[in-house]
């Protein structure tokens, strides 16, 4: 009797051998084909939660396998380790950023070995090592350097209690208040760091060189929000200000029957009577505790008060008056609209709450809308009306100069000097700046004589002092440093001031995949040589949740990168048409996994008690049995709730392998020789090399669930046959060697140790992927489906590759095709070969 299967001896066994062995290290060789392989990196919270599991094994399968196809994979793995968590650990557990982070790193890495994930840990990127923001710190100069770095006023949550600002997670509930002291939260101006993103909107709105999700382009598109349109200044009538309005509906320019402007804009201070100021004060206070996304939620319910000044609308001098409302915005266009009640649902809304005029200036074809009677805004097509000399052009529903009526009016605003034809976004640059301390450190000083100045690269990094207070007392603690903050000007030797604030941890993540080229390397953030072979990502995986921001952020960074030279030199030697595409785009593809939900259905959280820990699981069925559960239990794009009883039978599955692989054939069978039936070897090769393909295709697409499924058809097929003679023929040898090559991706610990038993050479991982056979795979015979009237009445089976007459003979032949024609003469039989037929009557 063969010993059993016993996951955490094998484990634990091979886990050590391929480390000491470096199984997985991945250096350049030109000889090979490279496939640069990525899962996005954790945050080191602590521990592996299921999220980490679902994200990382799955994606260390398809890795597996390209390398088992004979490419060059490199799947690298490092840890997003500055951030709020660990600053707010430093605050409730009285331990320092640094002390908790790299001590949740060191317990990361034990449980991402003990997954048997393939990583090369000699590229292990951390970053808040001083090496990588180093090089954090060196992009900044470098974007500072090309004009894509600025600084200026903007707008932060803020706590009045706590004298803080506040990261978009500590401000909780529909009244936003502080996560600390339950303070509701304000808005303030702080001084702030920006990368000019919008320089780059109209390239990335071009996705034609990426394999991405359709579900993220849309959703990057929507963010960036290219809107074709007009600007336009109106004037108050008292003071002659102008007010710039961009609209992508000027021929509705007509309709305009009051203006709106943010709470934020600076000209309400100047314009509010004094008639009005505390209505109009008190209203900017209340808006200020409001985010962006509510105050631009459709369903909000609109507000606002009457400024108690008037513009002059430019294309008819009609006086307006001006209102202000917190549905507009300072992050859209320039934070004043025209509003054209009867064409817009929002400001119709608005006009209705408020008693203002509703004029109808496009006109449906065949109705008379009334403004005064309408029941909500008319958006749609139709011709110009109460619009002088544009009465009766067409309006269409095409976006800007597509549409006549838009067109005809973009003209005569710029041949009156009205306005001019123009283009908006909705993308705003990017805010970097955090008051934070667990961050890298901006390397910018300011001088009293030079101004901002850049930290020489010969200075860098700019260290993160590790003798820092955490108690709350509502300042950045890298301010309240006693010697920290003072410096001397890099240009004139004098007394200067370090910038305090640290930078978003997005920006250490959109460069870490180039840093995994060459961690270590104290001449640049990546090695030429090495991105001239692996560049650019070939394979991306990762979170929906991160389309509008990591996702967005690192294509950014790839082309601004590009526009400072950091890609000089890696043109030698590499193609131009490659060349061009690593210094466009930093990952040529991109798979999303979906979320691994509790057993209730809801999102695993502490609170809710449906978290399931995996070491746990590992600890009773070992990491393969996890592996295999999570790939076969949900479709990877989707996910779904987990089941404590399903990963039974992946246990099940498992322990039926090893006994097919270790356990002897029956003594009791004759002699193989004598009594092994040819057809039977052929069935069992035919299985073979139908999962061959099966499996090949499914891992191509990412369908684990689904190959996994194929392989447990070819063990049940194995099994009918382990107690016949086909058991002791070279047939079944080769099951077993192809049941395990096409196993080893997705429970490499296993497969790897069936593999020796069995005679196979050290290691399964460095093994060729298995080849069909489609010879041998081909079905000597396949069922028709027989339909008459489009209705089945039959199934038969024919042989494979049938001429059309004779699967129309045998179809008509059928007892119950004659039975449904009851002596009609079809008029026509359709043929769909190895699939159906169809018999019309």
């Given at each position: 009797m063969a010993d059993t299967y016993n996951p955490q001896e094998i484990e634990a066994r091979w886990q050590q051998k391929w480390a000491d062995d470096n199984l997985y290290r991945s250096v350049v060789d030109p000889a090979q084909p490279k496939y640069y392989a990525l899962t996005m990196y954790p945050y080191p919270s602590g521990n592996l939660h299921m999220g980490h599991w679902y994200s990382m094994a799955p994606s260390d399968a398809r890795a597996r396998y390209m390398r088992m196809k004979g490419y060059n994979v490199l799947f690298p793995m490092g840890f997003d380790s500055f951030g709020l968590p660990a600053e707010n650990a430093a605050i409730q557990r009285r331990i320092h950023p640094k002390e908790?982070?790299?001590?949740?790193?060191?317990?990361?890495?034990?449980?991402?070995?003990?997954?048997?994930?393939?990583?090369?840990?000699?590229?292990?990127?951390?970053?808040?090592?001083?090496?990588?923001?180093?090089?954090?710190?060196?992009?900044?100069?470098?974007?500072?350097?090309?004009?894509?770095?600025?600084?200026?006023?903007?707008?932060?949550?803020?706590?009045?209690?706590?004298?803080?600002?506040?990261?978009?997670?500590?401000?909780?509930?529909?009244?936003?208040?502080?996560?600390?002291?339950?303070?509701?939260?304000i808005k303030k101006n702080l001084d702030q760091w920006f990368f000019r993103i919008t320089d780059y909107a109209d390239e990335l709105l071009d996705f034609s060189a990426i394999e991405w999700p359709e579900r993220v382009r849309v959703m990057q598109t929507n963010w960036i929000g290219r809107s074709e349109g007009a600007e336009v200044i109106f004037t108050t009538d008292k003071g002659g200000h102008e007010l710039l309005i961009f609209t992508t509906r000027p021929d509705t320019l007509w309709g305009a029957t009051f203006m709106v402007l943010a709470p934020e804009h600076p000209l309400v201070d100047v314009i509010t009577t004094g008639a009005q100021r505390a209505a109009v004060v008190a209203y900017q206070a209340e808006a200020a505790r409001a985010s962006d996304i509510e105050r631009g939620a459709a369903d909000r319910e609109k507000t606002g008060v009457f400024t108690g000044a008037y513009a002059i609308n430019p294309v008819n001098g009609e006086r307006v008056p001006i209102w202000v409302a917190d549905y507009v915005m300072m992050s859209y266009g320039s934070g004043a609209i025209m509003a054209v009640p009867a064409h817009d649902e929002r400001d119709f809304a608005f006009a209705r709450k408020y008693g203002l005029e509703v004029r109808v200036v496009i006109q449906p074809e065949g109705e008379a809308l009334d403004g005064a009677a309408m029941a909500e805004a008319y958006p749609g097509a139709g011709v110009m009306v109460n619009s002088a000399q544009f009465n009766g052009t067409p309006a269409s529903e095409e976006k800007g100069r597509r549409n006549p009526a838009i067109s005809a009016v973009i003209d005569w605003l710029q041949s009156q000097g009205k306005g001019k034809e123009a283009i908006n976004y909705r993308l705003r640059d990017w805010l970097i700046s955090r008051q934070r301390y667990w961050g890298a450190p901006i390397p910018m000083v300011t001088c009293p004589d030079c101004g901002i100045v850049a930290v020489p690269e010969d200075q860098l990094p700019v260290l993160l002092p590790d003798d820092i207070e955490f108690m709350p007392t509502g300042e950045s603690p890298l301010k309240l440093?006693?010697?920290?903050?003072?410096?001397?000007?890099?240009?004139?030797?004098?007394?200067?001031?370090?910038?305090?604030?640290?930078?978003?941890?997005?920006?250490?993540?959109?460069?870490?995949?180039?840093?995994?080229?060459?961690?270590?390397?104290?001449?640049?953030?990546?090695?030429?040589?090495?991105?001239?072979?692996?560049?650019?990502?070939?394979?991306?995986?990762?979170?929906?949740?991160?389309?509008?921001?990591?996702?967005?952020?690192?294509?950014?960074?790839?082309?601004?990168?590009?526009?400072?030279?950091?890609?000089?030199?890696?043109?030698?030697?590499?193609?131009?048409?490659?060349?061009?595409?690593?210094?466009?785009?930093?990952?040529?593809?991109?798979?999303n996994q979906g979320m691994i939900l509790g057993e209730d259905g809801?999102?695993?959280?502490?609170?809710?008690?449906?978290?399931?820990?995996?070491?746990?699981?590992?600890?009773?069925?070992?990491?393969?049995?996890?592996?295999?559960?999570?790939?076969?239990?949900?479709?990877?794009?989707?996910?779904?709730?987990?089941?404590?009883?399903?990963?039974?039978?992946?246990?099940?599955?498992?322990?039926?392998?090893?006994?097919?692989?270790?356990?002897?054939?029956?003594?009791?069978?004759?002699?193989?020789?004598?009594?092994?039936?040819?057809?039977?070897?052929?069935?069992?090769?035919?299985?073979?090399?139908?999962?061959?393909?099966?499996?090949?295709?499914?891992?191509?697409?990412?369908?684990?669930?689904?190959?996994?499924?194929?392989?447990?058809?070819?063990?049940?097929?194995?099994?009918?046959?382990?107690?016949?003679?086909?058991?002791?023929?070279?047939?079944?040898?080769?099951?077993?060697?192809?049941?395990?090559?096409?196993?080893?991706?997705?429970?490499?610990?296993?497969?790897?140790?069936?593999?020796?038993?069995?005679?196979?050479?050290?290691?399964?991982?460095?093994?060729?992927?298995?080849?069909?056979?489609?010879e041998a795979a081909r079905e000597d015979m396949i069922t028709l489906v027989v339909q008459v009237n489009g209705k089945v009445r039959d199934r038969i089976d024919v042989p494979v590759g049938i001429s059309e007459a004779d699967a129309k003979a045998r179809a008509l032949a059928s007892a119950k095709v004659q039975e449904a024609l009851d002596e009609t003469a079809p008029k026509r039989v359709v043929v769909v070969p190895g699939k159906l037929v169809n018999i019309v009557v």
């Open positions: 908790w982070t790299y001590a949740n790193i060191e317990n990361m890495i034990r449980q991402i070995r003990s997954m048997g994930a393939m990583i090369d840990w000699e590229r292990m990127a951390i970053t808040s090592d001083p090496d990588y923001y180093r090089w954090t710190q060196w992009f900044f100069v470098k974007f500072f350097e090309q004009g894509l770095a600025y600084k200026k006023l903007s707008p932060v949550d803020f706590c009045p209690h706590c004298n803080t600002t506040l990261a978009r997670e500590q401000v909780w509930g529909d009244d936003r208040h502080c996560e600390r002291c339950g303070t509701p939260v440093h006693p010697t920290w903050r003072h410096t001397t000007c890099p240009q004139c030797g004098g007394p200067a001031e370090r910038e305090t604030d640290t930078m978003d941890t997005f920006m250490c993540s959109s460069w870490y995949q180039y840093r995994y080229l060459s961690p270590h390397d104290p001449d640049g953030p990546f090695d030429t040589a090495e991105g001239a072979y692996w560049l650019p990502v070939d394979q991306y995986t990762g979170g929906i949740e991160h389309a509008t921001m990591h996702l967005l952020y690192t294509r950014f960074f790839t082309r601004a990168m590009r526009d400072c030279g950091v890609f000089a030199g890696l043109e030698a030697g590499v193609e131009p048409e490659r060349f061009a595409a690593m210094t466009r785009e930093p990952m040529t593809r991109l798979y809801e999102k695993m959280s502490k609170s809710r008690g449906n978290v399931v820990d995996p070491d746990n699981l590992v600890a009773r069925y070992g990491a393969d049995v996890v592996r295999g559960y999570m790939m076969f239990a949900f479709k990877w794009d989707q996910g779904g709730p987990w089941d404590n009883q399903g990963i039974k039978g992946i246990v099940r599955f498992l322990n039926d392998v090893w006994a097919l692989c270790t356990e002897p054939v029956p003594a009791s069978l004759p002699d193989p020789a004598a009594t092994v039936n040819t057809r039977e070897e052929a069935l069992l090769r035919r299985r073979v090399h139908q999962t061959i393909i099966k499996v090949t295709n499914d891992l191509e697409n990412f369908n684990f669930n689904t190959a996994l499924a194929a392989l447990m058809e070819l063990k049940n097929t194995m099994q009918s046959f382990w107690r016949t003679p086909v058991a002791h023929s070279e047939a079944w040898n080769e099951a077993v060697r192809t049941l395990l090559l096409l196993l080893a991706p997705f429970t490499p610990f296993v497969a790897e140790e069936l593999w020796a038993r069995t005679g196979g050479g050290y290691s399964i991982h460095q093994q060729a992927w298995p080849q069909a056979d489609l």
